[in-house]
């Protein structure tokens, strides 16, 4: 638990480090952007040019992990790693799931996003949105403390479970701080029994994975936080998003989303552009504003 808990000094650098990398990450999908659509790339050529970006830092000490980058029903495989034999061209009209991170001597990252190569269609779209709601939901959520993650763990899977849909992962674990990328005893889990406190940090990674066509996984990390007081003035949690980088448009259907989640999504492409932009190359800060239009 004194690992787990942060303190205000590994809070601080934790967020310096997400903001760095959230500019890497911004630099990487600009140029996917570019380059995916010359039909050329594979899934090699996007962990590697991923990774450059990273270490265009001069602050990477390592990646946090290897690098997932499933395109079309490689993403489908939830722990999937590429390998010479199993790359896959990056081919139009089609997901790509890439879930990667790096360790700086400041904090630790994992970021997964889904980017539609071309137009992957609107099945994949009503997908993509019911997983961004559950993302949206645990984003948004407050709870009576001395809640477990198993507690809220169903709360991501609520929009999926409408339609009879659901993910075989839990929906968070913890991350350290220049540490280990999954790091306990916090998780948000059906089997987590840890009562989440402030401090912690943990991933919100909802999913959802249809064999031989497509993977979709958003993740961002959290930090648990105490919340205003409210209502009655039970003692409750929140929590506070320490990843940013843009969530494609172009698989969100806005008709699907409340007017919260709206407000919620609007919010937070509105904090990535103040937040990464003056860290950004030109091109990639003008590709940037459009990528955190409002929805």
């Known amino acids: 638990m004194?690992?787990?808990?942060?303190n205000p000094v590994e809070l601080a650098a934790t967020r310096e480090a997400h903001l760095r990398d959230g500019a890497a990450m911004a630099e990487f999908l600009c140029w996917l952007d570019r380059e995916a659509p010359k039909g050329e790339l594979t899934e090699?050529?996007?962990?590697?040019?991923?990774?450059?970006?990273r270490r265009a830092t001069n602050a990477l000490h390592d990646i946090s992990f290897d690098t997932i980058a499933g395109a079309g029903p490689n993403g489908a495989i939830m722990h999937y790693r590429v390998t010479s034999e199993s790359n896959r061209p990056v081919r139009q009209n089609e997901l790509l799931l890439v879930d990667s991170g790096g360790q700086y001597a400041d904090g630790t990252t994992d970021i997964t996003r889904t980017i539609a190569i071309g137009d992957p269609g609107e099945e994949a779209r009503e997908?993509?949105?019911?997983?961004l709601q559950g993302m949206i939901a645990i984003s948004r959520l407050r709870w009576r403390k001395g809640l477990a993650g198993r507690d809220l763990d169903a709360i991501a899977r609520y929009p999926l479970w409408l339609a009879g849909q659901d993910y075989d992962h839990g929906t968070g674990h913890g991350v350290g701080v220049f540490l280990s990328v999954h790091e306990g005893p916090q998780r948000l889990s059906r089997l987590s029994?840890?009562?989440l406190e402030p401090g912690m940090i943990l991933s919100n990674e909802p999913g959802y994975y249809r064999?031989?066509?497509?993977?979709?996984?958003l993740e961002n990390l959290i930090v648990v936080q105490t919340a205003p007081a409210l209502g009655d003035n039970r003692a409750q949690l929140s929590v506070e998003t320490i990843t940013f980088a843009p969530l494609d448009r172009r698989l969100i259907l806005p008709h699907r989303l409340s007017a919260g989640e709206k407000e919620w999504l609007d919010a937070y492409h509105a904090t990535v552009l103040e937040r990464i932009g003056p860290r950004l190359t030109p091109p990639t800060l003008a590709w940037l504003t459009a990528a955190c239009a409002r929805i």
């Open 2 to 6: 004194p690992k787990a808990l942060k």
């Open 44 to 53: 090699i050529a996007v962990v590697q040019a991923l990774e450059g970006f």
């Open 127 to 131: 997908c993509y949105t019911r997983v």
């Open 193 to 195: 029994e840890v009562p």
């Open 211 to 217: 064999e031989g066509a497509f993977g979709i996984r």
